[in-house]
């Protein structure tokens, strides 16, 4: 799956867990995600959830930088390493 | 003295700055003689915008040796709440952080008090500065008020004096020990009962050294086993939701310096308890109930051959627990009429530290303190082994993952809002939180402008987490048998409809 592919499934998904009073046409690349608002802190579940069922990561056994949730940039720059491995 | 001043040392964890013991003395003494300056004295009341900070804890000291009262409030508030908090608590002055917005020093001023900001600079110049001397406050003065909602209307502090915070401790160091809580961590918030009193407090204050973090950080709880073993923790406690990020994204801590944890301010299920056992590498996860009017921790499971189970707390610490069948205050003298054991009833708690009463508000203190027995508005059971089971709660509170959340402070937000006719806010099941914000509301209009009128007003005088993340647009308030509003009769009837799509209607904002 190439990197544009991701990024719209990735923001689909983001999509569906947004605060719902956060109203954004676009979700930009490098868009804070908890910073901005446009997810609640506790969300970061919901991403880590859907990075292990989509691409098969088990953030129990490598730990996690919570740099590497901050936007959707530093979330795929995360799955490329991942794939890579 | 008859404060423990013998404190432990004090380091922030965002910023690495610490203070040992010497250090806190001299910030202290510093602080007393620039509040002494601003006039503070014996019975007044100093509110505080901020939390999780070296300042924080060198300002309680200062203030409680001045003999005033300590009022911390959250920093998440909305420049409007802490408007109406100001007035109500009539404080000499008002402690904001730096970093506060203008529209909250604007609100302060508005309701007629002084702003100070403390300097945040650590000064390593410590002389040999003995811990001043705790001349000024007497045992039943006002120590503390905790706010635990109000804050759109008729604010309900909690009132805590120095004796019954000193009776929370001593019960605490009579029941628990102290040998687990030599490097104790702060990742909950310092604004409500749990993480002040029993947290920080209860350790720090009995000379053992304290690590704070920003309130829930989720930075901290996905590094939260580097951070035990960075700095060898050996005691934190908890809310339940924070341990579902910290299960997923931390490695368990590998030191074996954890000695135990407490979970407490929402229900702990069986499951996750063993996974926090299971994660932390110790049994000694102990489900710990406690109220702020008790002044938090009042009963739990210690040492002992349990197997977690749904609703378990187990044994009081330094109090008294009845189950009655009645929660008139009057039943709180009638020996005749406890619950059979095993048998679920409400339950009453008799404690020294318990708090003087809710700030300015007999009548609703009269409600639930009769004799020095408190009724918690929690339902439950005791077993055969005398150990305590929660069964329910009766309190209309919406549980946001530990930070409790009272409708009726929404409720009368959006009452105040022009178009509105009617509004019922509920709690709805949360996978993240246990339980969120739902609200129903009857508008005279309820075309998208409106909606986006009321959504803007609810954001100029709410804090962002009281937000409701489901609205349902009615036409009108299903009635109960007794043909009144009742917010679970609203609720079921909500469930079984579709909820607005709000973030259509604000994206759509010309």
């Known amino acids: 799956m190439d990197r544009e592919k991701q990024k719209n499934e990735l923001i689909g998904f983001l999509r569906t867990i947004q605060r719902p009073d956060y109203p954004l046409d676009e979700i930009d690349e490098n868009l804070g995600l908890t910073e901005s608002g446009l997810i609640d802190s506790l969300a970061l579940l919901q991403i880590i959830t859907y990075l292990e069922q989509t691409y098969d990561v088990d953030f129990r056994e490598k730990g996690i930088d919570p740099g590497e949730l901050r936007s959707v940039r530093t979330i795929l720059d995360l799955i490329a390493r991942e794939i890579a491995t | ?162 004796r019954s915070l000193r009776a929370r401790w001593i019960a605490l160091r009579e029941s628990l020990g102290v040998q687990s809580y030599d490097r104790t961590l702060c990742l909950l918030p310092t604004h409500f009962g749990h993480g002040l009193i029993c947290n920080c407090l209860f350790p720090w204050l009995s000379g053992l050294d304290l690590y704070i973090a920003p309130a829930f950080s989720t930075d901290f709880l996905m590094q939260l086993g580097h951070l035990i073993d960075d700095h060898k923790i050996t005691f934190l406690s908890s809310v339940p939701s924070m341990w579902g990020l910290t299960l997923k994204a931390s490695k368990p801590p590998q030191s074996q310096s954890l000695r135990r944890i407490h979970c407490g301010s929402a229900p702990l299920g069986a499951h996750l308890w063993k996974q926090i056992q299971e994660w932390a590498g110790t049994r000694e996860v102990f489900n710990a109930y406690g109220i702020t009017e008790t002044g938090s921790w009042v009963a739990g499971t210690t040492v002992g051959d349990f197997v977690p189970e749904d609703g378990l707390i187990g044994i009081p610490w330094g109090a008294v627990i009845r189950i009655l069948s009645s929660r008139e205050p009057a039943a709180a003298f009638d020996l005749d009429s406890p619950c059979k054991t095993e048998e679920t009833g409400y339950v009453w708690i008799n404690t020294a530290a318990l708090m003087q009463g809710y700030d300015g508000q007999q009548q609703l203190t009269d409600e639930v303190m009769s004799g020095g027995w408190f009724l918690t508005g929690d339902v439950g059971l005791i077993d055969q082994r005398g150990w305590l089971y929660l069964k329910g709660r009766e309190r209309e509170e919406i549980n946001k993952g530990g930070t409790k959340i009272y409708p009726q402070d929404i409720d009368a937000v959006v009452e105040r809002f022009e178009h509105t006719r009617e509004v019922c806010t509920f709690g709805i099941a949360d996978p993240l939180y246990g339980q969120n914000v739902a609200m129903a509301v009857v ?57 607005l799509d709000l973030q259509k209607i604000l994206r759509a904002q010309p």
């Open chain 2, 1 to 162: 003295m008859f404060l423990d001043i013998n404190v432990g040392h004090l380091t922030e964890l965002l910023t690495g700055r610490t203070l040992n013991r010497r250090e806190i003395a001299f910030r202290v003494a510093e602080r007393v003689e620039q509040y002494q300056d601003e006039g503070l004295a014996r019975g007044d009341r100093v509110l505080v915008c901020y939390g999780n900070n070296l300042e924080f804890f060198i300002d309680l000291l200062a203030v409680w040796h001045l003999g005033a009262s300590f009022v911390p409030i959250d920093g998440r508030l909305s420049a409007f709440e802490v408007e109406n908090l100001a007035r109500a608590v009539r404080p000499r002055f008002i402690l904001v952080d730096s970093k506060a917005d203008n529209s909250i020093t604007t609100a302060i001023t508005a309701a007629g008090a002084k702003v100070i900001t403390p300097p945040r600079n650590v000064s390593k110049q410590a002389h040999s500065v003995a811990m001043p001397f705790n001349s000024r406050t007497r045992l039943d003065d006002e120590a503390l008020i905790l706010f635990t909602s109000g804050s759109t209307g008729t604010p309900k502090g909690v009132v805590h004096t120095h």
């Open chain 2, 443 to 499: 508008l005279k209009n309820d075309d998208a402008i409106t909606i986006r009128a009321l959504h803007g007003w609810m954001k100029r005088h709410l804090a962002e987490f009281k937000m409701p993340i489901r609205w349902y647009i009615l036409d009108s308030f299903p009635p109960n048998a007794r043909g009144k509003i009742s917010r679970r009769v609203v609720q079921e009837s909500c469930a079984q409809r579709a909820p």
